[in-house]
């Protein structure tokens, strides 16, 4: 690290135990002392000492433990499941022992297939997950190493700078220029600068200038820092124990929420009326009680939590397997939803990988002292890698140019604001100020210009020669970087102010071609139904220049500038027909995203720099590659393993298929479902008993569920991943009552020819409506997958495997002895069986019929 005028030194000590608390009172070597730790930080063996009791023997499989009991006991924890459990304990203590043991082994069950599906899925992500953890740069031994942030203990020096989240809550040792973002702690918007120093114990959390916590970020400059505190100790810790820790809902999962809420109401109106009617008719009240339990329980689909998962974890699979892995698993369904996606062009729509085409002075000729001056800025600088620095180095080497007899004095670390960086370095006597970046930043700091070997005045005139021979290059697709210098007298430390006066040399000049197929992606995710927008600082000749070579419409453009004056209506009204922001700060990312979201836009962004973190966060999808910046991929939702729109439209496609099986899953299920419930409740005050035992309603529930775990695995329709997938309630709402009846009319069908034509007794009567009532909760499955006729979409073979399998469960159960002692169970007549399937597949064809009026009535 280059000498700092904030430096602070401190001579190593180690001393016995200690700890960090109030560490921001402290001088550096008392709390080295108290730590037991030294500059060159701590040695490997007492560092896995210390994580090692941080954590406690066995932590990570202890977590893995609790986590796991904490998934199994949240599956019994819903309130209808609960519900389930007093019926049990009712019928235990009515010593109904046969039913309480169906019940509990039918509550078991249900919760266990939702435990193993939920388990295993949860594993499979976690794996994936892994690959994300963030990583710190820390001294061990004396020597720079990379660790897992977790690992990092009090006691460590970490190493800072611009783009890395800090780990945990410590002390700044050294610092230049460095400012860190804590809006996240402190709500201030504006980064703050550190500096080392000694604070009175009374400082705020806001007034630790001193001080660095966990979970901010490092906007600019560079440090190292004393860890002192880490985990559940730090600031963030204390309040995320205190709050809790909980991710914003997404999209998707409120419209669960509500649905969850309709079919609530539904209920609770079922259940009154059951029991009341049952009452009025003089049936046993726990009897009564227990079945209307049962109706509820069965109308409701209580492997949502294990459908769910286990269809996102396939997803995320599918996507790692794809090159995204997916850091926030609830967001695929918001993947799917996506329809507008605001993207830079750097490595998106371009190669990514710059190569300096030329160096140039202010009238466009080659100039070999632009090159020498840009070689020197970037060989010294120590802040960001970037793609511009390397092929700035790439062509010094290249040109045979070394840094041999300069030394580096001071560095000015860039920023988002200034969009430059300062070298000040030194050959003998020559003391040399070199500032690189963006045109119109360096041509604020300019009062002359290189011309002919000479420096003269910038004038107007000069600015506007400059201003055009910009833009012809930047039509021409260059990207332009601009490089100035002056002389100064030596001094012990150099500031912003310094960066004045200078004499603008010229320009290096850029070139990033069009990305290999990038044409065709663009029309795929035009297929889909995604229209793209470019967020670029680049100027309007560059941005157009790529929109237009890779097929991007380029009627809408509005500046920096021009965005700066409009007000959140205005922007909102005309984000919509703008296809290219351009000469964009980064603070207006946020509100681009927030305009095409106030027009009804699921929106997703793309990028991976500092600047880029507040978009990210505000967007429906945030999307990072895996070497951005800390900051940029702890705040998307996914992360692609490399810069590549083709890899993203495949998890666009991945997401819809999610959130299609899901809402297949819904549909099917509560609309079968509430059609059998809504017949038994009808039915009950005309018949003479109940319908069906409450033991057979949850039998007949949880069979009906088996298939559904497959329903993950099923195919979608083209046209529906063509399509941007959005909850509509009301269709939901209609699909549910419209198909719940049709299924009903059925029920009636079935009553009356069980009772007035058969005229069968109580146990016949209930034994036929259950092997009916499972049947065309399984054959509907086959309808109503598919939006068009059903013998055109085929099924999943695990989803068809699993519905012929207990298709023939429901068939063969009357016949099973145990099954009739267990369930009251009679053996039915072959020609009652037939008469039943057959009444089965006229309702597949009815379903058939009223699924097509209902897709071109409601579409």
Same mark, same amino acid.
């Given at each position: 690290?280059?000498?700092?005028?904030?430096?602070?030194?401190?001579?190593?000590?180690?001393?016995p135990?200690?700890?960090g608390a109030?560490?921001?009172t402290?001088?550096?070597?008392?709390?080295?002392?108290?730590?037991?730790?030294?500059?060159?930080g701590?040695?490997?063996?007492?560092a896995?000492?210390?994580?090692?009791?941080l954590?406690?023997?066995?932590?990570?499989?202890?977590?893995?433990?609790?986590?796991?009991?904490r998934?199994?006991?949240?599956?019994f924890?819903?309130?209808?499941?609960?519900?389930?459990?007093l019926?049990?304990?009712?019928?235990?203590?009515?010593?109904?022992?046969?039913?309480?043991?169906?019940m509990?082994? $039918?509550?078991?069950?249900?919760?266990?297939?939702g435990?193993?599906?939920?388990f295993?899925?949860?594993?499979?992500?976690?794996?994936?997950?892994?690959r994300?953890a963030?990583?710190?740069?820390?001294?061990?031994?004396?020597?720079?190493?990379?660790i897992m942030?977790?690992?990092?203990?009090?006691?460590?020096?970490?190493?800072?700078s611009?783009?890395?989240?800090?780990?945990a809550? /410590?002390?700044?040792?050294?610092?230049?220029d460095?400012l860190?973002?804590?809006?996240?702690?402190?709500?201030?918007?504006?980064?703050v600068?550190?500096?080392?120093?000694?604070l009175? @114990?009374?400082?705020?959390?806001?007034?630790?200038?001193?001080?660095?916590f966990?979970?901010?970020?490092?906007?600019?400059?560079?440090?190292?820092v004393?860890?002192?505190?880490?985990?559940?100790?730090?600031?963030?810790?204390?309040?995320?124990?205190?709050?809790?820790?909980q991710?914003?809902?997404?999209?998707?999962?409120?419209g669960v929420?509500?649905?969850g809420?309709?079919?609530?109401r539904?209920?609770? $109106?079922?259940?009154?009326?059951v029991?009341?009617?049952?009452t009025?008719?003089?049936?046993p009240?726990?009897?009564?009680?227990?079945?209307?339990?049962?109706?509820?329980v069965?109308?409701?689909?209580?492997?949502?939590?294990?459908?769910v998962t286990?269809?996102?974890?396939?997803?995320?699979r599918?996507?790692a397997?794809?090159?995204?892995?997916?850091?926030?698993?609830?967001?695929?369904?918001n993947?799917?939803?996506m329809?507008?996606?605001?993207?830079?062009k750097?490595?998106?729509?371009?190669?990514?990988t710059?190569?300096?085409?030329?160096?140039?002075?202010?009238?466009?000729?080659?100039?070999?002292?632009?090159?020498?001056?840009?070689?020197?800025?970037?060989?010294?600088?120590t802040?960001?890698?970037?793609?511009?620095?390397?092929?700035?180095?790439a062509?010094?080497?290249?040109?045979?140019l070394?840094?041999?007899?300069?030394?580096?004095?001071d560095?000015?670390?860039?920023?988002?604001m200034?969009?430059?960086?300062?070298?000040?370095a030194?050959?003998?006597?020559?003391?040399?100020?070199?500032?690189?970046?963006?045109a119109?930043?360096i041509?604020?700091?300019?009062?002359?210009?290189?011309?002919g070997?000479?420096?003269?005045?910038?004038?107007?005139?000069?600015?506007?020669?400059?201003?055009?021979?910009?833009?012809?290059?930047?039509?021409?697709?260059?990207?332009?970087?601009a490089?100035?210098?002056?002389?100064?007298?030596?001094?012990?430390?150099?500031?912003?102010?310094?960066?004045?006066?200078?004499?603008?040399e010229?320009?290096?000049?850029f070139?990033?071609?069009?990305?290999?197929?990038?044409?065709?992606?663009?029309?795929?995710?035009?297929?889909?139904?995604?229209?793209?927008?470019?967020?670029?600082?680049?100027?309007?000749?560059?941005a157009v220049?790529?929109?237009?070579?890779?097929?991007?419409?380029?009627a809408?453009? $509005?500046?920096?500038?021009?965005?700066?004056?409009?007000?959140?209506?205005?922007?909102?009204?005309?984000?919509?027909?703008?296809?290219?922001?351009c000469?964009?700060?980064?603070?207006?990312?946020?509100?681009?995203?927030h305009?095409?979201?106030?027009?009804g836009?699921?929106v997703g962004?793309? /990028?991976?720099?500092?600047?880029?973190?507040?978009?990210?966060?505000a967007?429906?999808?945030?999307?990072?590659?895996?070497?951005?910046?800390?900051?940029?991929?702890?705040?998307?939702?996914?992360?692609?393993?490399?810069?590549?729109l083709?890899?993203?439209?495949?998890g666009i496609?991945?997401?819809?298929?999610?959130f299609?099986?899901?809402r297949?899953?819904?549909?099917?299920?509560?609309?079968?479902?509430?059609?059998?419930m809504?017949?038994m409740?009808?039915?009950?005050?005309?018949?003479?008993?109940?319908?069906?035992?409450?033991?057979? $309603?949850?039998l007949?529930?949880?069979?009906?569920?088996?298939?559904a775990?497959?329903?993950?695995?099923?195919h979608?329709?083209?046209?529906?991943?063509?399509?941007?997938?959005?909850?509509?309630?009301?269709?939901?709402?209609r699909?549910?009552i419209?198909f719940?009846?049709?299924?009903?009319?059925?029920?009636?069908?079935?009553?009356?020819?069980l009772?007035?034509?058969l005229?069968?007794?109580?146990?016949?009567?209930?034994?036929?409506?259950?092997?009916?009532s499972?049947?065309?909760?399984?054959?509907?499955?086959?309808?109503l997958?598919t939006?068009?006729?059903?013998?055109?979409?085929?099924?999943?073979?695990m989803?068809?495997?699993?519905?012929?399998?207990?298709?023939?469960?429901a068939?063969a159960?009357?016949?099973?002895?145990l099954? @009739?002692?267990?369930f009251d169970f009679?053996?039915?007549?072959?020609?009652?069986?037939?008469?039943?399937?057959?009444?089965?597949?006229a309702?597949?064809?009815?379903?058939e019929?009223?699924?097509?009026?209902?897709y071109?009535n409601?579409?």
């Amino acid at each position: 690290m280059a000498p700092s005028r904030n430096e602070a030194t401190v001579t190593p000590s180690v001393q016995p135990d200690g700890d960090g608390a109030s560490y921001w009172t402290l001088p550096a070597t008392e709390l080295l002392s108290r730590l037991r730790s030294s500059l060159q930080g701590l040695g490997s063996a007492e560092a896995a000492r210390r994580l090692a009791a941080l954590a406690g023997p066995d932590h990570a499989a202890g977590d893995r433990y609790r986590a796991a009991l904490r998934l199994l006991l949240r599956q019994f924890t819903s309130p209808l499941i609960l519900i389930l459990l007093l019926g049990a304990v009712l019928s235990l203590i009515l010593q109904n022992w046969i039913d309480a043991v169906i019940m509990l082994t $039918v509550l078991l069950a249900t919760g266990l297939v939702g435990f193993v599906q939920e388990f295993r899925a949860s594993r499979a992500v976690e794996a994936l997950q892994t690959r994300l953890a963030l990583r710190a740069r820390v001294l061990r031994d004396g020597q720079p190493a990379s660790i897992m942030a977790r690992d990092v203990v009090p006691g460590d020096i970490v190493e800072l700078s611009a783009g890395d989240l800090i780990p945990a809550d /410590g002390l700044v040792l050294e610092a230049t220029d460095f400012l860190v973002t804590e809006a996240a702690l402190t709500g201030e918007s504006l980064p703050v600068e550190k500096a080392p120093g000694v604070l009175p @114990q009374d400082a705020g959390l806001a007034e630790r200038s001193n001080s660095v916590f966990a979970g901010t970020s490092v906007r600019s400059g560079m440090a190292r820092v004393l860890v002192a505190l880490t985990g559940a100790r730090t600031e963030l810790g204390g309040i995320t124990s205190a709050i809790g820790q909980q991710e914003p809902e997404t999209d998707f999962e409120r419209g669960v929420t509500r649905f969850g809420h309709l079919l609530m109401r539904v209920m609770f $109106v079922l259940v009154v009326s059951v029991i009341v009617v049952n009452t009025v008719m003089g049936r046993p009240v726990i009897e009564s009680l227990l079945f209307a339990v049962a109706l509820a329980v069965g109308m409701t689909p209580e492997l949502l939590p294990a459908i769910v998962t286990v269809t996102l974890s396939a997803g995320a699979r599918q996507l790692a397997a794809r090159g995204v892995l997916v850091r926030r698993l609830s967001a695929i369904e918001n993947l799917g939803s996506m329809d507008v996606l605001c993207t830079d062009k750097t490595g998106t729509l371009t190669e990514g990988t710059l190569s300096l085409a030329r160096a140039v002075d202010s009238a466009g000729v080659d100039q070999p002292k632009v090159l020498a001056l840009a070689h020197l800025n970037a060989a010294f600088e120590t802040g960001i890698e970037n793609p511009m620095d390397k092929a700035i180095l790439a062509a010094g080497a290249e040109a045979g140019l070394t840094t041999e007899g300069w030394q580096k004095l001071d560095e000015i670390p860039y920023d988002f604001m200034r969009k430059r960086l300062t070298i000040v370095a030194a050959h003998g006597a020559d003391r040399q100020l070199i500032t690189k970046g963006a045109a119109p930043s360096i041509l604020a700091c300019c009062s002359r210009i290189a011309a002919g070997g000479t420096a003269v005045t910038l004038d107007d005139d000069r600015r506007d020669a400059v201003g055009e021979l910009l833009a012809l290059e930047g039509r021409k697709g260059y990207r332009a970087l601009a490089v100035a210098s002056r002389s100064i007298e030596a001094r012990d430390d150099y500031t912003l102010d310094d960066e004045q006066g200078l004499t603008l040399e010229g320009f290096l000049l850029f070139a990033d071609p069009p990305k290999q197929g990038i044409t065709e992606v663009i029309a795929r995710l035009i297929d889909l139904g995604v229209s793209m927008k470019v967020i670029t600082g680049d100027t309007r000749e560059v941005a157009v220049h790529v929109a237009e070579a890779v097929g991007l419409r380029t009627a809408g453009l $509005v500046t920096g500038r021009q965005l700066s004056a409009m007000s959140a209506d205005a922007l909102a009204a005309s984000a919509e027909a703008t296809d290219i922001f351009c000469e964009i700060d980064p603070q207006q990312k946020e509100r681009i995203i927030h305009a095409l979201q106030a027009r009804g836009h699921a929106v997703g962004y793309m /990028g991976d720099g500092i600047n880029d973190a507040p978009a990210l966060h505000a967007a429906d999808v945030g999307i990072s590659v895996e070497s951005a910046v800390d900051v940029a991929r702890q705040s998307a939702d996914f992360v692609l393993l490399k810069q590549d729109l083709g890899v993203l439209s495949e998890g666009i496609v991945c997401g819809r298929r999610a959130f299609a099986n899901t809402r297949k899953y819904i549909a099917i299920t509560t609309s079968a479902n509430f059609g059998n419930m809504v017949s038994m409740a009808l039915a009950t005050p005309f018949l003479p008993f109940l319908p069906l035992l409450p033991k057979q $309603v949850l039998l007949n529930n949880f069979l009906s569920d088996i298939p559904a775990i497959a329903i993950s695995t099923d195919h979608v329709e083209e046209d529906q991943l063509r399509r941007s997938g959005r909850w509509d309630m009301g269709e939901l709402q209609r699909f549910m009552i419209i198909f719940g009846l049709v299924s009903s009319v059925f029920d009636m069908a079935g009553f009356a020819f069980l009772l007035g034509v058969l005229k069968t007794g109580e146990r016949a009567f209930q034994t036929g409506w259950f092997v009916l009532s499972l049947l065309t909760e399984i054959l509907v499955v086959t309808s109503l997958r598919t939006r068009g006729p059903a013998f055109r979409g085929h099924p999943s073979l695990m989803l068809l495997g699993a519905s012929l399998a207990v298709s023939a469960m429901a068939l063969a159960m009357p016949y099973v002895p145990l099954l @009739q002692r267990l369930f009251d169970f009679v053996p039915l007549e072959p020609t009652t069986l037939a008469a039943l399937a057959g009444l089965a597949a006229a309702y597949v064809v009815a379903t058939e019929m009223v699924k097509l009026w209902f897709y071109r009535n409601h579409n």
